[in-house]
């Protein structure tokens, strides 16, 4: 079970995001003393950070490393629902076996076919829409079947073959034929594979020392450090509606806000951000992880890259 397998970007933002530390954890202590170990960044005040930023940024740093505070992490494992959106069901991401895998590359430009909106907005209740999707479905794969016995896997690269089906589709469920094979827009790259330079963690260091520097060069922000470290600690208080409460004088809300949203911008962006895009290439810039870890977090192995890989069907079914 000490295989390491290969996850994208985006499931990486996944799962970081869905790994926290146990409340009880005395984080603060650890955080000190792997900045100053680490010497990443020469923080001379890791208290400028509130309990959920050092949190984060130690948890993500544990994921990183694989290490061993992965351990005593609270795991929540993913749970993808179905949207009853598009053809095959949304599933938990994948882990790939193999680093060549064409779905974990920039290159592989491929969402899921969507069912089209035309047949989605006649039906309005839930439940009809449910069972109304569910029949274009099995149809779906049907047709896939019977496209695949009659011409093989490849029929899908044939333009003739293509038309063939949606007509098909068209037919049965009066549709346009073009709307058969529709997906959504690529957003994001795909890939979690790195070519890494020395100069982008050079780089990257600079931006986090720069940002260190400009959260003092402002007067204002200094004072407020000196004289509020608990509001400074706490600058996502300035994006929030509300009042803050506790001692805030001599500044007024409005003034202590926008004093707080400039010290957050900096600490999310320039700081908490890059840190975390050191972290990434520094300790796992392949992006690979042990099976157990990826497994305790609800992802299931890459059909495309499995060693035993399922059916052509199942394969094109999901395209
Ligand atoms: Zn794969």
Not at 258 to 277: C, D, E, P, Y
Request: glycine fraction near 6%; proline fraction near 3%; aromatic fraction near 12%.
């Amino acid at each position: 079970m000490n295989d390491k397998y290969y996850i994208t970007e985006a499931t990486f933002k996944q799962i970081t995001s869905k790994v926290e530390l146990p409340k009880d954890f005395q984080f603060k202590d650890t955080l000190i003393w792997e900045l100053s170990n680490g010497g990443e960044i020469g923080l001379d005040n890791p208290v400028i950070f509130s309990d959920v930023e050092i949190r984060d940024l130690l948890t993500f740093k544990a994921i990183c490393k694989d290490s061993n505070l992965l351990n005593i992490t609270v795991f929540k494992e993913i749970q993808v629902a179905d949207s009853y959106r598009y053809v095959a069901p949304e599933k938990n991401p994948c882990y790939h076996l193999d680093k060549d895998c064409e779905k974990i590359h920039a290159d592989y430009d491929l969402t899921p076919i969507k069912i089209p909106e035309v047949y989605i907005e006649r039906y309005s209740g839930e439940e009809e829409l449910k069972i109304k999707v569910n029949e274009y479905r099995v149809y779906f794969r049907t047709l896939i079947n019977e496209f695949n016995t009659k011409y093989g896997g490849e029929w899908i690269d044939d333009e003739n073959h293509k038309s063939q089906f949606a007509g098909r589709i068209s037919a049965k469920f009066k549709i346009p034929d073009t709307d058969v094979f529709d997906r959504d827009e690529i957003g994001a790259k795909n890939s979690g594979v790195h070519n890494l330079l020395n100069d982008d963690v050079v780089y990257i260091k600079k931006d986090i020392t720069d940002g260190f520097k400009s959260l003092w060069v402002d007067e204002e922000r200094k004072k407020i450090w000196h004289e509020k470290k608990w509001l400074f600690r706490q600058s996502c208080l300035g994006n929030k509606k509300e009042d803050i409460y506790g001692d805030i004088a001599p500044y007024s809300q409005e003034d202590v806000k926008r004093i707080l949203r400039g010290i957050h911008l900096i600490k999310r962006n320039s700081i908490i951000a890059q840190l975390k895009h050191l972290y990434h290439i520094q300790y796992c810039p392949e992006l690979k992880f042990n099976e157990e870890t990826l497994q305790k977090l609800g992802l299931r192995p890459c059909w495309n890259c499995a060693r035993f890989a399922g059916s052509g069907d199942a394969a094109y079914f999901q395209l």
